[in-house]
């Protein structure tokens, strides 16, 4: 820190340098999950937002940086206004960030998980009908067989589930069932979001279960979240 500290703020490399050590804080909160290693994450990667021009070629990747961590940073601590912000910056990120990018289908999916965490606090609609419309457009530009795909397909699948716990729509649920089906298949075995995936499954079709009473869904439901759980 020290270094990027005493480097000009007109320096060229001065973001880049800062991004490094944002990074490295960021990484060093998911091993050691000390709340400070976090905090001092969102504020550099702030800094490094502020120092790149909009018309550069990493500011995209930047602001997405900034997005998750302030999304992590919600999922501890709660705060609106972390949420806030992760939504605008990365609604500004994946607007950056062509269709050919690899990385686009992953920031979509973080904008629309941010919405998604918006709606669990406030619980307004528009911000889930925001999350569902998000991943659905993330979706559809993906390239086939994008190494993605699944967790934006879950991710969908999840927000369709949490829609339908709202307005009780049959095909709401039928979706949600198909597209994290389809995410549990393109997830090869011993892929640490698998045994999520499989949770998620079996959730979904013990609600359908619920709904129409097919013994098959609670059959398939018990089978999955014993596979999760193995």
Known sequence: GQCADLTPDDDVDKPARLGNLGRALRGRYERL????????????MQRVVELTPEDHGERSSRLSNLGTALLRRFERVQEQEDVNQAITVLCRAVSLTPDSHTGRTRRATHLGVAYQLRFGLLNDRQD????????????????TGHSDGPICS?????????????????????EAVVLIQEAVSLTPEGHQRRPELLTELGRSLSARFKLKGDPSDLHTSVETLMLATS
Do not use: M, N, W, Y
């Open 33 to 44: 999950h000390e709340p400070g290693d976090l905090d001092t994450a969102v504020s550099v």
């Open 128 to 143: 889930i009908e925001s999350c569902i419309s998000v991943l659905r457009s993330a979706i559809k530009r993906a390239p």
């Open 154 to 174: 879950a991710a969908l699948g999840t927000a369709l589930l949490v829609r339908f716990a709202q307005l009780a729509e049959e095909e709401d649920l039928d």
